[in-house]
Each structure stands twice: as C-alpha cells, then as structure tokens.
C-alpha cells in the first residue's frame, strides 16, 4: 500500500510537472521555427515531432491539431505560455490607454506595435499563408485581424472623448487609419521586405498617427 502511496506523488511531483512545462516550451519553439521556415502548408505534425524529437503522440495529446499548435503559438506570442489575460488586460497596452497625452498616446501605441511585431511578425506571416489552406487558421486570421482593429478602435474612442481627434475625421475612418498602420502586413512591406529598422518603423508610424489623426 505505501509503495502505490509513493507512486501517485511521484507522478505528481514538481519535477514532472516542469519536466512536462519544458517539453511543452521546447515543442511550442521548434514548430515556430519549422513553420517560419518551411511555412504551414507545407509542414505536417509528425515533421514538428521528429525536429522536437518526441513522438506525433506526444504532440496530439498536448494540442489536439496542426491548427490548434499554431493557435497556442499565436497566444504565447502575445503573452507568455501562462498569460491567458486579453492585450487590452496587459500592462503595456493599459499604460497606452491611461496616458493622458493623445500624442503620447499614440506613439506608446506605435511601441507597443512595433513589440508585437518583433516578437510575432515571423508567426503572423505563417497564419496568414495557413490561411489560405486551413479553416480553422482561417478563424484565427480573422479573430487577430478583428482584435486588432478593436484595440486600435479603443485607442481612437479615447482621443475622441477628450476632443482632440482631427476636426472633420469620422470616429470609424479614424480607426480603420490607425489599423492600417499597425496592421502586420505594412510591417512586411517596410520591415522585411524593405529594410526598415524596427526603429524607423515605430517613428514613421507614431508621426503619421499623429499627422492623420490629431
């Protein structure tokens, strides 16, 4: 009896648990890089396992699906692997909204885009390409393009309660303006296939926020 006793706490034990936390982490990170690299179509869930070196099993059990890895993916990116908050919960974005200055605002809004970016421009490339070929990655390309344009619609909502929006803009035009700046497609454009610095990309996107919106 006591050795079923000490088997049910092994099995429980911290160590499993950040034993199974590291896997996770290290599966998450390898099929980020083989998709960046191979693109999603093209790579299957056994091509993930074999590059993390665990079985497809392994992989299925944790994340049900292809589609359901690149949505974990695209969760983390945003905010850590134990971060489920929405942006609008988190500190970097509240900092953005609490700032009283609309043209502060508007540039911290620029920082806080150029940060996604560079943490998942790589990432929103491969669900946009997916999809094209997968539905639910489908779903999740337009779940990130209707949560981005929320956010920068709130962000506008804002400027306008204080009177400060451009005299003549409409609230709607303004935050479809500010979408389109953040949007990761213009990032493509200037940062990767232009050459832009993430640096020149945050400037050029605060001064034109602020030239077209104030």
């Not at 700032?99 to 885009?113: F, V, Y």
């Not at 709130?154 to 700046?181: N, Y």
């Not at 990032?187 to 640096?199: C, D, I, N, Y």
Request: proline share 4%.
């Amino acid at each position: 009896m006591s050795s079923r006793v000490k088997s049910t706490r092994d099995y429980h034990s911290p160590r499993r648990v950040q034993q199974a936390a590291a896997t996770r982490r290290h599966i998450l990170e390898t099929a980020q890089r083989v998709f960046e690299a191979e693109g999603y179509a093209a790579t299957s869930v056994a091509a993930v396992a074999a590059a993390a070196e665990v079985s497809s099993k392994t992989l299925y059990l944790a994340f049900s699906t292809k589609s359901g890895l690149l949505r974990t993916l695209w969760d983390q990116a945003l905010g850590g692997a134990d971060d489920h908050q929405p942006v609008t919960a988190r500190a970097w974005f509240r900092e953005m909204l609490d700032e009283p200055d609309p043209e502060r605002r508007l540039r911290l809004n620029a920082r806080n885009s150029r940060a996604v970016k560079e943490r998942a421009g790589g990432l929103l490339r491969v669900i946009s390409d997916a999809a094209q070929v997968d539905p639910d990655a489908r779903d999740l390309w337009l779940l990130i393009q209707t949560e981005f344009r929320d956010n920068q619609a709130a962000v506008v909502d804002l400027i306008h309660e204080q009177g400060a929006l451009r005299p003549g803009l409409q609230v709607d035009r303004a935050a479809d303006i500010l979408w389109t700046f953040n949007h990761p497609d213009l990032w493509r454009l200037l940062v990767v296939q232009r050459g832009w610095s993430p640096e020149e990309y945050e400037a050029w996107v605060a001064d034109a926020a602020c030239a077209q919106l104030l």
